[in-house]
């Protein structure tokens, strides 16, 4: 074993428990709170929600409690969820009906005791060390409200598919995240509880773009306050039939974002939201495409050509997305013959959310 990675762990874990103690001993008066509250809204997924809540009980950071709010779950969900509570204290269950993913995610943040909060879908899992590395930086530098880490995407069985989330960008702002939110899935997320206070809860009038819409209000709040962690700490599950095809409700809820942090900060959405709506385009091209609505596509892709932004031309995803619409003309049997290969292709470059 490399003696110099040893020490550099041992470093690393004594900085970790000081600034943990440091930050527990000016908060004397609330020792009983745990330091941090995860988030999991469940609804009929008796396949996964175990793998998930076994993701967070086996965190290398244990002062933390489990929030899963079941959404009127008719299968198994429930009872494997009161299951596991029963051999750990940690979990809390929340039970209501039907009120969706920011309903559930709403109801368990106001029930959280934690001065931080995590988010994990109930389809997905964290790495071991997710919990202590977010905090870590959430405890180094308090003018970060929002933390995300790189993400990879697993099957259905939990497999690597081989497609990853790895953005550049360290300090991320409100118009990086206009132009495309970085974040990829809430399950990278884990922010400050208080900043919640001043950017709200999710919107449960959203019905699409609803994670953008959080994140942006939390960007608004101050400059710089949002940081990517370089290194791959969530598995995102990539579940059949799982991307939308309803590209006009993606845009009509992405408009209503866009106006929404406008009242906020206009001066600061005007500067990117021409460039930002060309991306989109080029995203709902691909919706409507994967969906089967070829002339939606045609339609899409051509607002999207007809803007001034040049250097989108340039990016694979557009050349991707662009052959394999334009085969759409062609007689139906070469259509799908050569269909498959341009979507294998063009699931490596886009992942999950298509952008």
Same mark, same amino acid.
Not at 89 to 108: D, L, P, V, Y
Not at 192 to 209: H, I, M, P, Q, T
């Given at each position: 074993m490399n003696t110099l990675s040893v020490i550099s762990k041992e470093d690393s874990e004594s900085n970790f428990q000081h600034l943990l103690n440091t930050f527990k001993k000016e908060r004397e008066e609330d020792l009983d709170r745990p330091v941090l509250s995860i988030i999991i809204p469940a609804y009929n997924v008796e396949e996964f929600i175990r793998e998930a809540i076994e993701s967070i009980q086996n965190q290398t950071f244990s002062d933390l409690e489990i929030l899963v709010v079941d959404d009127g779950s008719t299968d198994k969900t429930r009872s494997i969820v009161e299951d596991m509570a029963k051999g750990d204290?940690?979990?809390?269950?929340?039970?209501?009906?039907?009120?969706?993913?920011?309903?559930?995610?709403?109801?368990?943040l106001k029930e959280a005791r934690g001065w931080f909060i995590g988010f994990l879908d109930s389809d997905d899992r964290w790495d071991p060390?997710?919990?202590?590395?977010?905090?870590?930086?959430?405890?180094?530098?308090?003018?970060?409200?929002?933390?995300?880490?790189?993400?990879?995407?697993?099957?259905?069985?939990g497999n690597d598919l081989g497609r990853e989330g790895k953005p550049s960008k360290r300090i991320i702002n409100l118009e990086d995240l206009i132009i495309q939110n970085l974040t990829g899935t809430a399950s990278t997320l884990v922010c &400050?509880?208080? =900043? $919640?206070?001043?950017?709200?809860?999710?919107?449960?009038? !959203?019905?699409?773009?609803v994670d953008l819409d959080f994140i942006l209000r939390i960007a608004a709040v101050r400059k710089e306050n949002i940081y990517c962690i370089p290194q791959i700490l969530t598995d995102y599950r990539i579940r059949q039939g799982q991307i939308t095809g309803n590209w006009k409700k993606m845009a009509e809820n992405w408009e209503k974002v866009i106006a929404k942090i406008k009242k906020i900060e206009s001066g600061r959405v005007a500067t990117v939201e021409n460039i930002a709506r060309t991306g989109q385009y080029r995203y709902y091209s691909y919706l409507?495409?994967?969906?089967?609505?070829?002339?939606?596509?045609?339609?899409?892709?051509?607002?999207?050509?007809?803007?001034?932004?040049?250097?989108?031309?340039?990016? &694979?995803?557009? =050349? $991707?997305?662009?052959?394999?619409?334009?085969?759409?003309? !062609?007689?139906?049997?070469?259509?799908?013959a050569l269909a498959n290969r341009a979507e294998q292709a063009r699931a490596k470059v886009f992942g999950k959310n298509g952008q």
């Open positions: 204290e940690r979990i809390r269950m929340f039970c209501h009906n039907n009120k969706g993913a920011s309903g559930s995610r709403n109801t368990a060390n997710k919990a202590k590395i977010h905090l870590e930086t959430l405890l180094s530098d308090p003018s970060i409200d929002l933390t995300f880490s790189w993400w990879r995407m697993v099957d259905e069985n &400050r509880k208080d =900043v $919640l206070d001043k950017s709200g809860f999710f919107d449960e009038d !959203l019905k699409a773009a409507a495409y994967n969906s089967g609505d070829f002339e939606g596509a045609r339609k899409c892709l051509r607002k999207f050509y007809s803007s001034p932004f040049l250097s989108f031309l340039f990016d &694979r995803r557009t =050349v $991707l997305t662009t052959i394999a619409i334009l085969l759409t003309f !062609l007689p139906k049997k070469l259509h799908l």
